[in-house]
């Protein structure tokens, strides 16, 4: 095998061997599994025993799925084989990984995530043991990870074409969030600081978080009064829209931590305000914090803001300094 690095690097980002990598070499050819004998040992039950093949050829990688049981996918889309491109995300078994440049250190004697030892591929003891396998729509090992590494809507897009079924827990220092996902299709989104808004509005406002940890526990069996009816894809559609026209709102749309005050005197007149205006003016004066006053309505959080900024700009309310 050519010895010859090829510049990428294959950087694990979520599941069992997150924070591991393993150093592609020029025309060389990896075999993924979870048979002792292969190039890159994947030790779980989601993973066949000849699961991939990646090789590089002429300044190309390519990947190839070997008849995987779960399948192998890329940027959320299953594949038989496909190019890869820096920055592609694979998803094989529980594990995400990323393709990346590697630097200087990694190309001259990074660290083979086969060269670890071998109490590195073994569950940790204080680890929640993994529970027996239901089937391949159903996750049986923890996918988790940083949201920061692999965004929300990305995540989304790889359980939904996965089919994955599971509770996707996202955490910060400061909130948390639950999606429920039933074979891919993500049917409620709660908030533990805004419990009472509907599930949509949860889904959208999630889309948002870019700092934090995810990760995909066990189905739960779990009514809701209100489920979400429309497709992940259309969520995650719908969703970014309204992320991008709120975004286009520009600078004065108020952060979720300030607080708002109507202006005293009030120099503009109502008369001049709609009735949905109207209903903002008196959340603003019922609510005062912005988080609070998007909870409370009953528009969506890109009407609210309309709102908000609206009345900002032309002297109705102000930002409490």
Known sequence: MNAQASGYVLK?????????EYALKLDSEIIIGRS??????????????????????????YIEDLGSTNGTFVNGEKISKKRLKEGDRILVGTSIIKLVAASDEETTGGTDIQELPDESY????????????????????AISGLIDEVPLPDLLQLFSTSKKSGVLAI???????QIYLRDGRAYYTAISTAPDIS?????YRLLDWTSGTFSLEQPVDQAFPEE??????????DGM?????????????????????????????LRALTPELLDTMQLVHNCVLVETILNTSLASDLETYQDLVYLLQNDYIYVIQ
């Open 12 to 20: 694990f980002i979520s599941g069992k061997y997150q924070g591991g």
């Open 36 to 61: 002792s004998d292969l190039d890159m040992v994947l030790v779980e039950d989601m993973v066949s025993r000849q699961h991939s093949k990646i090789t590089t050829h002429g300044g190309e990688l």
């Open 122 to 141: 073994q569950t940790p003891s204080n680890s929640v043991p993994r529970p027996a396998r239901h089937g391949g729509t159903t996750v049986t090992g």
């Open 171 to 177: 955490n910060t220092p400061v909130k948390n969030a």
């Open 199 to 203: 599930p949509y509005k949860a889904f």
């Open 228 to 237: 979400m009816e429309a497709s992940t894809e259309h969520l995650l559609m």
């Open 241 to 269: 829209r309204y992320l991008d026209e709120i975004r286009n709102l520009g600078p004065s749309v108020p952060p979720y931590e300030a607080q708002l005050a109507i202006r005293q005197p009030l120099i503009p007149p």
